[in-house]
Every structure is written in C-alpha cells, then in structure tokens.
C-alpha cells in the first residue's frame, strides 16, 4: 500500500492520479476535508480507503495499519499568509517529523514536501545543496515550518534515507480549491473572462519594472513526473528544488495567458498590500543541477506549453480535473 497524505489537496491528488495511471489502486488517502470542496478531487480517483490526518497516526503509531510501501507526505498547510504559528509548527513540522521517524523505523519509502519559500528573500541564492539549506531565512512562518524540518533531516543525517521536495512555483489542475492561494493563472482566467483585463503587483522596487518580478513557474505534471521518478527510483535521496530552473516575469506568464485564450493582452498594475511589501520575492529560480545530476530523466514543459495545456483541457470551458 502507498499512503498519500494531503492526498485530496493539489499536488496529492495529482499524485493520486499519476499512481492511477500505472495501475496502483492500493492507496491510502489521508487528508482533512472539514467544509472544503478539494473532496472533488477525489472524484474518480481509485484508491482503498481515506482517513482524516488525526485517526491516521493514532493507527500508525499503534501498528494497525497494512504493510506500507512508501509514505507521499504532501499535507500541509501551505498557506504563505498564514499567521498561526503554533499551528504550522504542528502541522508542517511536527507531524512530518513523526511520520518520518516512523518511516525510518520501518524502512518505509518517504517523500515529503517542502518549499521553495524556505529560500526567504533569494538573496543566498536558490541552491538546494546542503551547506546552503542550513543558512537560509524564511520571510514568513510557513516557509519557516518548512525549513524547520529541513534542518532535523540535515542534523540528525537522514539526507541519504528520503527524499525532500523544494516546490518552487505550482501551477496545474486541481488547484481550484485553494481560494486565494491558487495560482495566478487560475485566478486570472476567472478575472480576465469577467473583465477582459489582469490585475499584477505593481513593484515596489527601482530595479524591477512593473510585472518583471520574477518566479519559476512549475506545471504539476511535470511534479508529478519527477515524484514519480523518486517514488521507482529508492537509491536516490536528499533535498531536491522541484521548479524549471527558468525564471520568468509575471509579464510573460500574462501573455501566455492571453495567448492561450485568444484574447488581446490587458494588464493592470496594482497596488501590492502593505501586509505582503516586506515578505515579497521579486526573483525566484530554482537550482535544478542536483536533480540533473541525480539522474532524473523528467523534460520539463515550456511556460506557454504548461499555460495553453491548462488553460485549453482544464479551465476552458469549465473546470476538469486531474
């Protein structure tokens, strides 16, 4: 059996799917679905059973659970404007940790989810190597969750028995669920549709021009390739950044867009709240060298290809999913 934890949530339920795909069934989805809609996710989805997180460990850690395979620990909250600290620190930090240490115990597969915003501001860089890891500063408490994590893994010297994922940018299917966390491309799709035009921050910065911030913007298939690479290929371990190691402007994602609709390009600047002035990253791109060199096979899709992809199967003219 593979468990998926978060399994009903963006990228999880991605995983679900990939899994399908290949024929596994046998799956456990652990997630919290409380009031949210992400249960639509799970829609024709196969897989054994689901548990809620809390009935999940009380099993775990009294050994009621069937053989496992490997443990795909998505779940999180992955709010960046989440202000709850002691929240995060349980839910991001601890729970991993007691999973991953089951995990050891076992000799379980486990690949867990961190973040690209453990890199803080980008001013050390992006490199997913270990003697930058421990450097890093996060600007917000989810980031900081994160790299709490990635920090016990270094210092107990666990980097050569699992596998961390350092997500830069997502984007995809199966995101419609996330409210204001879901993409830009997710959420300008609706506003360009009612408006005809796109709302980005205006920059706040001297050396950046109005949308030529920069992200590495990832499409979730090419995540799920690569977790799936990991998931059949046991031998290899560590932190890895998971983006396109492309940096591109808010601009561009813009017009591919626009392109994919068919629609004259429209944007609008707009002022960024003072909540997010200080927190903002103006650069992101992620280090894909030790994922290349891992051996990892996975050919990452273009910007414009990824958007059209998603705008084209997935958006228009109502929502599919994965």
């Known amino acids: 059996m593979i468990v998926v934890t978060g399994g009903a949530g963006f990228i999880g339920s991605a995983m679900v799917h990939r899994l399908n795909e290949n024929g596994i069934t046998d799956i456990l989805i652990v997630d919290e679905l409380g009031s949210s809609p992400k249960w639509k996710n799970l829609v024709g989805k196969r897989f054994t059973d689901y548990l809620h997180k809390d009935p999940f460990m009380e099993a775990l850690l009294a050994e009621r659970l069937p053989r496992m395979e490997a443990i795909i620990h998505m779940g999180a909250n992955s709010s960046t404007t989440e202000t709850d600290v002691e929240h995060l620190m349980d839910n991001n930090y601890r729970y ?22 453990t890199y803080g501001d980008g001013t050390l860089g992006f490199s997913d190597d270990d003697e930058a890891t421990v450097s890093l500063s ?12 990635d920090l016990w893994l270094l210092k107990n010297k666990h980097e050569n028995k699992m596998v961390g994922i350092k997500f830069f940018n997502v984007f995809g299917p199966n995101e419609y669920h996330k409210n204001d966390m879901r993409s830009v491309v997710c959420k ?9 035009k796109m709302g980005l921050f205006k920059s706040y910065k001297n050396e950046y021009k109005d949308g030529e911030q920069m992200r590495d913007f990832v499409y979730i298939k090419d995540c ?14 560590g932190l890895f950044n998971l983006g396109r190691g492309e940096a591109r402007t808010w601009n561009d994602l813009a017009k591919a867009i626009f392109a994919a609709l068919k629609k004259p390009l429209n944007i609008e600047y707009i002022d960024m709240p003072e909540t997010l002035r200080s927190a903002y990253q103006y650069h992101t791109q992620a280090v894909m060298t030790k994922l290349q060199n891992a051996g990892c096979p996975v050919q990452f899709q273009s910007l414009e290809d990824s958007v059209k992809d998603y705008v084209e199967h997935y958006l228009h003219p109502r929502l599919r999913w994965l």
Do not use: C, M
């Open 96 to 117: 991993t940790r007691v999973l991953a240490e089951w995990a050891l115990r076992k000799k379980v597969r486990f690949i867990y989810a961190s973040s690209g915003a």
């Open 138 to 149: 996060p600007l917000n408490p989810y980031g900081y969750s994160k790299h709490l994590f």
């Open 188 to 196: 300008a799709y609706d506003q360009i549709q009612e408006t005809g």
């Open 224 to 237: 799920t390739e690569v977790l799936w690479w990991f998931l059949n290929t046991p031998k290899v371990n």
